[in-house]
């Protein structure tokens, strides 16, 4: 059986919100600090901020 790519790519459910979380904010919050041309976060945390970010617009999409 085939892996979803959700799974493939490996990330951990929740680890992205935790870590917003931890830092006193929302997720779309989080994700614009991370997105900053300034930030120092990790590669591992910019990608999990774009996935995010990507995740919600298509959440949208299939909303309405």
């Not at 990790?42 to 298509?58: E, F, I, Y």
């Amino acid at each position: 059986m085939k892996k979803k790519w959700i799974q493939a790519i490996g990330m951990q459910k929740g680890a992205f919100t935790k870590k917003a979380k931890r830092a006193g904010m929302t997720v779309p919050q989080y994700e614009r600090e991370v997105l900053k041309k300034s930030s120092k976060a990790s590669s591992t945390t910019k990608k999990q901020a774009v996935l995010s970010r990507t995740l919600r617009g298509l959440r949208k999409k299939n909303r309405g």
